[in-house]
């Protein structure tokens, strides 16, 4: 069976070093990726088609930012990796992502360098952190690309 680590792709510089760490890790076990990129619900407009026109570009705007990351993971790691966009709530749908009966060896966050972290991993590594089907690696902000490559 195949590694496959589950990744959260976002334009934050966060999900950036989230990705690098797991393209590594995955080229040096022989597994795989899987990149969820994750759209905002938007807030409910009053025209329906207006709404759906707004979810419709975020969702294009979220395909083409995992596109762009795909491609970077083929040309750093050699790995194609698998994607899936959703849109709703981020810890839902990664909840839903690990539920879903593909074998996932991690989820790999990546947190800010300086602050508070955010919501993801303060849910996946606080309050459902002893529930998962997997081990959560958060990757620190403050890692260089050395860094990763070392510890991956």
């Known amino acids: 069976m195949m590694r496959t680590y589950l990744v959260v792709v976002d334009e934050s510089s966060e999900a950036e070093s989230a990705l690098l760490f797991a393209a590594r890790r995955a080229a040096k076990t ?3 990726v899987h990149m969820l990129a994750l759209v905002p619900k938007t807030e409910f407009v009053q025209w329906g088609a207006v709404q759906a026109t707004m979810e419709e570009e975020a969702r294009a ?3 083409a ?4 990351a795909a491609g970077t993971l083929m040309a750093e790691a050699g790995i194609q990796p698998a994607l899936t966009v959703k849109i709703g709530d981020p810890i839902a749908s990664v909840k839903e992502m690990l539920a879903s009966g593909e074998p996932v060896a991690a989820l790999v966050l990546g947190a800010a360098p ?4 955010g919501p ?3 849910h996946f590594a606080g309050h459902d952190a002893g529930a998962l089907p997997c081990p959560v690696m958060i990757i620190p902000g403050s890692l260089s690309r050395e860094d990763i490559e070392r510890l991956s």
């Open 30 to 32: 022989s597994g795989g």
């Open 61 to 63: 705007r979220a395909e």
């Open 65 to 68: 930012l995992a596109m762009g």
């Open 114 to 117: 300086k602050g508070a972290p």
């Open 120 to 122: 993801l991993v303060t």
